[in-house]
């Protein structure tokens, strides 16, 4: 360390040093660091004394300027003194006497400086000696001790009472006096003093005395906290404290109890501030740490508990477990040790002093305090006290007296709340202290809830200023906090409190349900973990909840309910949540459980609802079962408790309902599974597949009518759960969104959610979500007022453009409005005007009807190109998405059923002699009043359908405007109408039957009912293919309407001719647009529709069979379920319904094990169309298949030539179902683009032409007068046919369909019914007419056998080519026909319009060239080219097609026999029917002609079979299979381009040709026709030499069986060959 006093200065100390250093010591002392300071001037003045000691300066010299330097500083003598003593003890241990000396001079010097007691205090007693300031060392160091003695170690008290007792006893009698007088604690406090003075009391003692008086008097605070406060004065501050603490220190003893009088005064000490609690706090027990432990102890304890409650205990150990549990019972019962803290809290809870209480709270671990009760109950007495004024205020409930609680007589007590705003400042944190405490004081918790409940009113209606809206806000929370954290636990420690749960409800549903939902979700979730108590109950809870389950049955409904009730109000949430994990489970328990649910309160119903909801979305479960192609049935258990416990109890529904819309936002559809269950069973709108055609029929009626008679069970009552759904969706703005969220998302299905799944899933959830948004559509309908359905539902152009819902979807909403809107403004009208009369009100309705529909149709137009409305107008489009079935028709057989069915109940009332007589009057008032009211509705619904009617009277013609062409027309309807309401729903499938069935009876111009119907039969394969399941089944009903009406017609002469004879729907010559009119020869007669009927039923077989061996899981199943869905109407032809059953039959084999749906499905309908085949019919029964029948016309009425093409691709479906391979479904796919361009081509129309679909379409019985106009119409026909473009592309369009269509079909139905005919002849005329047919077709089929053998070669190529799998169906199949006799090939030839015999002459020359044509190439010899060429034939010339037909069939024949003996079916078709007087003629003609031949034929046979044996043995199967191939080729391509070519009449020389050719025949007459056909069989039968035994067998086993039947067909071939 530096040296602050350097040498130079002592040296020069006169000179200068001596004022450097007074300098150094002032500079020093100024310094502003006080200790830097004091350490640096010590150090300077003990170098100075130093230097004196070591002799370098005098000490005169130092004491003078140390004389100088003492003034510096206040505390400098003190620092000599110090500097002193350490010298003097440096220089006692020192050898050299001189520095001694030295030093005892130094002190002298300046004794003057630092007084005597400082020195006294600070040198040793020897220098103080040797100095002078004390006689004796000695003596002064005795004095010292003796001295110290008396002041630390002597005790001056006396023995307290003992000996100064009468001062005690005075103070006694002083403080124990009676104070109730003027006596102040100024006044005692004075005596107390004197009494201290005089008798020498201890002031300690005094202080212990005063408190002791008082805890015995503790109603004199007012005395005694002053009296102690000014005591306080005269002691230190610490001794109040110390002498509480000893008191309680006393106490703490195992065995003592501190008495509540001393808590009393340390909490009012504490109150007052005379004390600080930290500084008694640590004189208390237990200690922090004890307490801490204590808790977690019971928290693990709570745990044990748990788990034992849940552990299974097998009964052995059960009583083992209960004695333990005893005897810790036991244990635990002794008494706890004293808590000190706790005891205190309750003391300062009591008297109001809540700054300290909480401060003690929040050194313990939460809820720990007020888990002990009696502190919860002081607790609550002061929030009782707190909120007295408000509760008085706005919380006491009407009528109710209550019991005021007084305020608390302390002044610094809590202030009262007056206002919401200062009960969130005070007693909201009370209550949070308090926790699920609350529950030992019901009374304050019905207060709080009433607060909370008055405070919502306020908050709800509030229109205040924005400041004070936030305060409400935050009181809102503060409120919803309180409610989570202390009334809920409370409530769930409450013991079954009914009333608490009523009155938590009160105030809960003021809450909108996301708050509610919130709380519960803690209430579930979170609440239940926070304390040990609670854990405890929960576990109990759940225990005796298993209980109840274990035993709940239907039968013990009632007392299981109220158990569960019981148990539900304290802890919904933990019971259902339990109760709902068993009915996922077993779903038999939800009837039971809902029952059981009757006992519960609101409360507990709401929070059913969230538990519910908690439970669908639960994100571990997996939604669809392993196999991922059903919904898993937790979630269908789930949904069905929902929709019966949503019904049953008025549960609020808007939070199940926002979920399903919010997963439906997410893309999600199972939860409609939920809202179909909900809407089901709350609105008894049921939705099922399953519906007999009875309910149906009921469904199309009114209200009362679909209630009684519609569903499956009846749903009664749904009055006021309908309205809570409907309320529910209203108020929550739901009923909109869930109706467009479904429509939207049944795409998603598809294109969204169906990704990785199941085919069969996503069906499933597509059709979910269908019936889901119908059901839930005609909820809203049903339900809805006008105006609120009008106000929600907008326009169907915004839904569907803005929306983007399907058209189908925006439609099935918007139509109760329109229905709705329409009845409304009739009603005014006819409030407006009072004219009575039938036509004023239909008049009125009808003007209703336009002022409605006239904003829709102008919206429509938007929803589709503009060239769709070329053909059908926007009027008819609107008119038929508007109607439903309950415009078109009146169910009067249903109304009849159900009025019968209550007569029949009134009489089993009368009857019953049990029923008392009051039940017996109102149940029978209650079927009058619904008899009535059906009665009622069904005259209602007779007057509405007479008006729609007549409304759709007036407004048809101007339904279909058929720009472009019928064909057109017809498949702008099917694609844009028919075909996706027909799926939409069943009631809408009859109600698509039946409009086109209306559309028909209308006489709609421009409407061909047949050609509607043969699209529909037609080809149902695409359409089967692409549906669900539940649209497949609805598809199904569809078609079996369809097919029900046709049959009717079908059925009875009588009928056709009245319901469609002179109808346009059944025109066969479609002529320009505004001409619809025509004679009886353009109608298709009642015998060709018969063969048109047969046709479509072949049609549907095909396609089914098809349909059938594709494999595919949906082909199949939708086709079983659509067969069974039309097994009424179809089959009807025997050898139909076999080619079904045998398919039908392999499913069953083949899906047994693979797929056992479809095996189900499969054997189902196999056992009913067994019980079915009683009912069939062979096919000549069905149809008739004489002569006669040549006059058929195509059933699908094409337009232009087309007709003519049918039998080709019939003629082709019969080779392939035969053959049974892959090719069919490429054909299939063929025809289908066949169709397409063919509607594409219309556009370009040529000039119309009058053809008739086929080769002509007239009836035999006006074929002459027919043939007179056309000689005089031929130059008209030209004329028009230059002057009128635009109809011929119906032709074209028809010609290319019509290939597909007609042909095939009148060639396969020919076949057909020549089979059933062969092997059922219905006389011996009949047989003989098949014999000589047979003969005349043999001799043209050994013409052909050289083409035939050419075509082999080639045809053996192709096969070769063929895959093998292929070739052994074919041959498997050929074996099974040739084994069943042909059952199998449907080959209809009904649609040929084959022309009578008596005209054959008039077109000679044009068979002539046609049987050129046909066999121009080997190609051509097969059946397929042949009728292939029929499109060419212009209507004009009927008879010139007829034999040129049947040349081809004779062609036919004689491939097919070959195969088979099914295509001889042809020759009935191919010959005309006839007036009655010229087939007598004919007929007899015929019968001597063909007798001669048949002999000569005979002989000729004999001989070539033994020629063909061998030829033929090999080729048996090759040639038809080859001509079949052959056919098809021709069908699709040769076919069609000819066709094509003879399209417009400038293209096409030979269609007048024909026409004149036509001329000249029409001259040469009657019997040159007869030598035409006769020389033409000639020709033919030379052809069919070769023929195998086997089938020349055969062949003479049917003429053997048919007689007559056949012979004039053969007389008449036979005059036409010679003629050849």
């Excluded at 569903?711 to 309908?722: A, E, L, P």
């Excluded at 499913?1147 to 085949?1173: F, H, N, T, V, W």
């Amino acid at each position: 360390m530096a040296a602050l006093l350097p040498a130079e200065w002592i040296k020069n100390w006169e000179k200068g040093g001596k004022n450097e250093f007074v300098q150094l010591c002032r500079a020093l002392s100024e310094n502003k660091n006080h200790d830097v300071g004091f350490r640096d001037i010590q150090q300077a003045l003990y170098e100075l004394a130093y230097h004196v000691v070591r002799g370098n300066l005098k000490h005169d010299q130092a004491s003078n300027v140390l004389g100088d330097v003492i003034e510096f500083r206040e505390d400098m003598p003190s620092i000599l003194a110090d500097v002193f003593c350490i010298l003097d003890i440096e220089t006692s241990c020192l050898e050299e006497k001189n520095k001694r000396d030295h030093f005892t001079q130094l002190v002298l010097a300046c004794l003057y400086l630092v007084s005597d007691t400082v020195l006294k205090e600070r040198l040793d007693p020897e220098t103080l000696e040797s100095l002078g300031l004390i006689k004796q060392s000695q003596q002064f160091n005795q004095k010292s001790v003796k001295i110290k003695t008396k002041l630390f170690y002597k005790q001056q008290k006396f023995n307290l009472l003992r000996e100064e007792n009468e001062g005690y006893a005075k103070l006694i009698a002083e403080l124990g006096q009676d104070l109730s007088g003027n006596i102040t604690s100024d006044l005692i406090l004075e005596n107390i003093k004197s009494l201290i003075g005089c008798f020498n009391l201890d002031p300690n003692r005094v202080l212990d005395i005063i408190l002791e008086v008082y805890e015995c008097r503790p109603e004199y605070d007012d005395f005694f906290v002053p009296l102690i406060e000014s005591y306080m004065y005269m002691c230190e501050p610490q001794t109040l404290c110390h002498i509480l603490g000893f008191k309680f220190k006393f106490y703490q003893d195992p065995s003592g109890e501190t008495p509540s009088s001393l808590y009393r005064v340390a909490a009012v000490l504490l109150q007052h501030n005379l004390i600080d609690l930290e500084d008694l706090y640590v004189h208390l027990l237990p200690g922090d740490n004890a307490i801490i432990e204590e808790h977690k102890r019971e928290i693990v304890e709570a745990k044990q508990i748990v788990r034992k409650l849940t552990m299974v205990v097998l009964s052995s150990e059960k009583t083992e477990e209960k004695e333990k549990e005893k005897e810790k019972e036991e244990e635990k019962t002794e008494k706890p040790p004293d808590n000190q803290k706790l005891g205190l809290l309750e003391a300062l809870l009591k008297i109001g002093d809540w700054h300290h209480a909480q401060s003690i709270m929040d050194q313990m671990p939460p809820f720990y305090s007020t888990s002990h009760k009696p502190i919860a109950i002081a607790l609550c007495q002061l929030v009782h006290v707190t909120i007295e004024p408000l509760y008085r205020r706005v919380g006491v409930p009407k009528g109710a007296k209550g019991s005021p609680v007084s305020s608390l007589p302390n002044k610094r007590a809590p202030k009262q709340a007056e206002s919401f705003e200062e009960l969130r400042k005070e007693v909201f944190n009370m209550l949070c202290y308090l926790g699920p405490h609350l529950s030992h004081d019901p009374i304050l918790f019905a207060k709080v809830v009433r607060l909370g409940k008055a405070f919502m009113k306020e908050f709800q209606s509030d229109g205040s200023k924005q400041e004070d809206k936030e305060k409400m806000e935050t009181l809102f929370s503060c409120l919803l906090s309180i409610t989570d954290q202390v009334l809920l636990p409370s409530l769930s420690l409450m013991d079954c409190n009914a009333c608490m749960s009523e009155e938590l409800w009160g105030m809960f549903k003021t809450f909108p349900y996301q708050y509610r939902y919130r709380l519960y979700g803690q209430w579930k979730n979170e609440t239940y973990n926070s304390h040990p108590l609670l854990v405890k109950v929960k576990a109990q809870t759940i225990d005796r909840a298993k209980y109840i389950m274990k035993r709940l049955t239907k039968e013990n409904v009632k007392p299981s309910g109220r158990q569960i009730g019981k148990l539900s109000h304290s802890n919904p949430t933990i019971l259902f949540d339990y109760i709902l994990s068993q009915i996922q489970k077993y779903d038999n328990l939800i009837t039971p459980v809902v029952d059981s649910l009757k006992y519960l309160t609101s409360l507990n119903y709401d929070v059913l609802a969230y538990c519910i909801i908690e439970a669908l979305a639960n994100p571990e479960k997996e939604r669809m079962k392993h196999d991922d192609t059903t919904i898993s049935s937790w979630l269908q258990s789930l949904a069905s408790f929902c929709g019966a416990i949503f019904r049953k109890y008025p549960i609020e529904l808007a939070g199940l309902l926002q979920y399903v819309a919010n997963q439906l936002k997410a893309g999600k559809s199972f939860d409609l599974l939920i809202l179909k269950e909900v809407v089901q069973k709350m609105a008894g709108i049921e939705i099922t597949e399953e519906m007999t055609m009875e309910q149906l029929e009921a469904m199309t009626g009114g209200e009362q009518l679909k209630a009684e008679g519609g569903y499956f069970g009846q749903i009664r009552n749904t009055k006021k759960s309908s309205q809570r759904l409907k309320d529910a969706l209203l108020d929550h703005d739901l009923a909109l969104p869930l109706c467009l969220l479904m429509a939207q998302q049944r795409n998603g299905v598809v294109f969204q959610e169906g990704g990785e799944k199941h085919l069969k899933l996503v069906g499933k959830l597509y059709d979910q979500c269908h019936d889901t948004l119908v059901q839930f559509g005609g909820f809203l309908a049903s339900n809805l007022s006008t105006e609120d359905y009008i106000k929600r539902v907008p326009s169907i152009d915004v839904l569907c453009n803005e929306f983007h819902t399907p058209h189908d979807a925006a439609f099935f909403l918007s139509r109760p409005m329109y229905a709705h809107h329409i009845s409304s403004k009739y009603d005014e009208l006819k409030k407006a005007e009072k004219g009575n009369k039938q036509q004023h009100k239909v008049h009125k309705y009808i003007t209703s009807c336009e002022l409605v529909m006239a904003p829709v149709h102008e919206a429509v137009i938007s929803l589709h190109l503009p060239k769709v409305w070329d053909d059908i107008s926007p009027q008819f489009y609107a008119t038929f998405w508007s109607l439903t079935m309950y415009d078109l028709a009146v169910p009067h057989s249903s109304y009849d059923r159900e009025v019968n069915k209550l007569k029949v109940q009134m009489k089993a009332i009368d009857d019953n002699q049990e029923m008392p007589p009051n039940k017996k009057k109102k149940e029978k008032e209650r079927c009058t009043a619904l008899q009535d009211k059906l009665l009622e509705e069904e005259k209602k619904q007779l007057e509405h359908v007479q008006r729609v009617l007549q409304r759709l009277k007036l407004e048809k013609d101007n339904w279909l405007l058929a720009k472009s062409t019928k064909n057109e027309t017809i498949t702008k309807f099917l694609q844009l109408c028919i075909f996706p309401r027909c799926i939409f729903s069943a009631i809408d499938a009859v109600y698509c039957a039946h409009f086109v069935e209306l559309v028909h009876q209308q006489k709609t111009p421009n409407f061909s009912t047949l050609l509607c119907y043969d699209r529909v039969f037609s080809d149902i394969i695409y359409t089967v293919a692409s549906c669900t399941e539940n649209e497949a089944s609805r598809y199904g009903r569809f078609l079996c309407c369809m097919l029900e009406t046709v049959t009717r017609w079908h059925s009875d002469r009588v009928i056709y001719e009245k319901e469609c004879g002179n109808y346009p729907g059944f025109l066969t010559i479609l002529r320009a647009t505004g001409f619809d009119g025509g004679n009886k020869a353009d109608q298709l007669d009642y015998e060709n529709f018969r063969h048109v009927v047969h046709k479509w039923h072949y049609k549907l077989t095909k396609a089914s069979v098809h349909c059938l061996e594709t494999g595919e899981y949906t082909h199949i199943r939708n086709i079983l379920i659509v067969l069974t869905k039309i097994l009424p109407w179809y089959p009807k032809v025997l050898n139909l319904g076999q080619a079904l059953e045998r398919r039908v039959h392999k499913i069953c084999q083949e899906e047994k094990e693979k797929r056992p749906d479809l095996y189900a499905l499969a054997m189902g309908y196999s056992g009913q169309l067994k019980s079915r085949k009683p009912f069939m019919i062979p096919e000549n029964e069905f149809h008739h298949k004489d002569p006669p029948a040549r006059n058929a016309v195509p059933a699908t009425v094409q337009n232009g030539p087309g007709g003519a093409g049918m039998p080709t691709s019939l003629a082709i479906n019969t080779v392939r179902l035969e053959e049974g391979t892959t090719e069919e479904t490429d054909k299939l796919k063929e025809k289908s683009q066949g169709v397409v361009k063919v509607i594409n081509k219309t556009v370009n129309a040529t000039p119309k032409v009058t053809t008739s679909n086929g080769n002509s379409a007239s009836n035999s019985k006006i074929i002459k007068e027919k043939d007179d106009k056309e000689k005089s119409g031929k130059e008209k026909d030209k004329e028009k046919k230059d002057k009128t473009p635009a109809v011929t592309p119906e032709m074209k369009a028809l010609g290319k369909d019509g290939k597909d269509k007609p042909k095939e079909e009148r060639a396969n139905k020919d076949e057909k019914a020549r089979e059933i005919k062969e092997k059922t002849p219905k006389s011996d005329k009949e047989k003989e007419k098949v014999k000589k047919e047979e003969k005349a077709s043999k001799e043209e089929k050994s013409k052909m056998v050289v083409t035939i053998i050419e075509s082999k070669s080639t045809a053996e190529k192709e096969r070769e080519k063929e895959p093998s799998r292929e070739r052994d169906l074919a041959k498997e199949m050929k074996s099974k026909e040739n084994a069943k006799g042909g059952e199998k090939v449907p080959v209809a030839g009904s649609l040929k319009s084959p022309v009578p015999r008596s005209e054959t002459s008039e077109s000679e020359r044009e068979q002539k060239r046609r049987k050129v044509d046909t066999h121009s190439s080997p190609s051509h010899s097969s059946t397929v080219k042949g009728t292939a060429v029929l499109p060419k034939v212009p209507l004009v010339s009927e008879n010139y097609s007829s034999s040129r037909i049947i040349s081809v069939h004779f062609l036919q024949d004689n491939l097919n026999e070959l195969k088979d003996s099914s295509a001889k079916h042809y020759i009935n078709h191919t010959t005309p029917t006839l007036s009655k007087s010229k087939e007598r003629e004919v007929e007899k003609k015929d019968l001597d002609k063909s007798r001669e031949r048949s002999r000569e034929r005979e002989k000729k046979d004999e001989k070539d079979r033994k020629d063909r044996k061998r030829d033929h043995s090999n080729s048996d199967r090759e040639v038809p299979q080859d001509s079949t191939k052959r056919r098809k080729e021709e069908n699709g391509t040769t076919g069609s381009s000819k066709h094509s070519k003879s399209e417009s009449p400038s293209d096409s020389p030979r269609l007048n040709e024909k026409e004149k050719e036509k001329n000249k025949s029409k001259s040469s007459g009657k019997d040159k026709g007869d030598s035409i056909k006769a020389e033409k069989m000639e020709k033919s039968s030379s052809g069919s030499k070769k023929e195998s035994r086997h089938d020349k067998e055969k062949t003479e086993k049917k003429e053997k069986r048919d007689s007559t039947g056949g012979k004039e067909e053969k007389k008449h071939h036979k005059s036409s060959d010679k003629h050849r």
